[in-house]
């Protein structure tokens, strides 16, 4: 593997942050998903980092004001997910959880097709200590106006996956249709903090 570019000849990190770009997938056409793997190339490998953060910009297709959007980890499609959600939209806050669910309900209200044209939402995902042996920890903070009137939400929710394995891959869809075009998923690794 080719030393990535945050590291320089002497071992340091180059990098003060500690963010680094992993991969941008931003639409050109309606996709019924989009996904992310850990790979072999000196970003790209998910193995040197402690944290990911995904920066969303999101719109679905289906024929109504609002989806939901859900994750997936390492292609797991059992019972293996809960998720706590806070939310309030149009000023009516509500919460729920859900245990032993197929998926991860992770991004709310995601303006839809009969939403306001070019009215898209916005969301940033944390997975905690992706390469852990313990259960794995994502954090979704989510808002959008879905027709620049009356119909704001926003929400966060705590999702954990009960899988003691290091996440590898993320798949993030939306709970009815597709992703619209222009929808963009920005995916960074956090680098252990090693410098002051």
């Excluded at 920066?55 to 980890?73: E, P």
């Excluded at 032993?100 to 306001?116: N, R």
Aim: charged residues 15%; negative net charge; proline residues 3%.
């Amino acid at each position: 593997m080719a030393q990535p570019s945050y590291i320089a000849e002497d071992g340091t990190l180059t990098d003060g942050e500690a963010w680094v770009a992993i991969a941008t997938t931003d639409l050109t056409s309606d996709a019924g998903s989009v996904t992310f793997t850990s790979d072999s190339t000196a970003t790209g490998d998910w193995s040197q980092y402690l944290d990911l953060m995904m920066i969303c910009h999101v719109r679905g297709t289906n024929a109504s004001t609002a989806v939901g959007g859900y994750l997936r980890f390492n292609d797991d499609t059992g019972n293996n997910y809960n998720f706590l959600l806070l939310d309030v939209s149009a000023d009516a806050p509500r919460g729920y959880s859900e245990a032993s669910h197929t998926k991860a309900e992770a991004i709310l209200a995601v303006p839809a097709g009969s939403s306001t044209a070019n009215v898209f939402g916005a969301a940033v995902v944390h997975f905690a200590d992706i390469n852990s042996g313990k259960d794995k920890v994502v954090l979704i903070r989510s808002a959008c106006d879905q027709n620049n009137t009356t119909t704001f939400g926003s929400g966060s929710t705590v999702c954990q996956w009960r899988n003691q394995a290091a996440i590898t891959k993320i798949l993030a869809y939306p709970s009815s249709g597709n992703w619209k075009s222009d929808t963009r998923f920005d995916l960074y690794g956090i680098l252990p903090r090693m410098v002051s």
